[in-house]
């Protein structure tokens, strides 16, 4: 849980807070394009339990779930903090993200997830108007 913002170095490199470093079992992460122009960045033990639903998809259409694994394992990369807590983000990954300095970490139950700042501002305001509409569907 929770959000951050931070910036990318000049080579890339982006700070990882400390809430999620220490909430993985291992220093390995994987990290590969999201869904809405975001990045995920999942411990290494949520990308097993995800690579094993991705075995066992129930899609009828096989050439959509082999396009939706290729996509997302083709852009999936090893990203492990080094000794100042920062990852490495991929050129390919950056583009695909839009991302230019500016970023906001966001923590989403089991990964984490990685948005240019402008692409996250637009895309909260949009979302609030879900939230709204599924809150009541929660006792909320």
């Not at 959509?64 to 694994?69: D, I, L, T, V």
Request: hydrophobic share 40%; charged share 30%.
């Amino acid at each position: 849980m929770g959000q951050f913002e931070h910036g990318l170095d000049d080579k890339n490199r982006l700070f990882l807070p400390s809430r999620f470093r220490e909430k993985s079992r291992g220093a390995d992460f994987i990290l590969t394009q999201g869904l809405e122009c975001c990045l995920f960045l999942f411990p290494q033990d949520a990308w097993d339990s995800l690579a094993g639903k991705l075995a066992d998809l129930p899609i009828d259409n096989k050439i959509e779930e082999r396009a939706f694994k290729r996509v997302l394992l083709s852009a999936a990369c090893e990203a492990e903090p080094d000794g100042q807590g920062r990852i490495l983000i991929p050129q390919n990954l950056k583009d695909y993200a839009q991302i230019q300095h500016d970023v906001v970490v966001l923590g989403v139950l089991k990964h984490v997830e990685i948005w240019a700042k402008e692409k996250w501002t637009n895309y909260h305001k949009k979302a609030r108007a879900s939230f709204e509409k599924m809150a009541p569907h929660l006792d909320l």
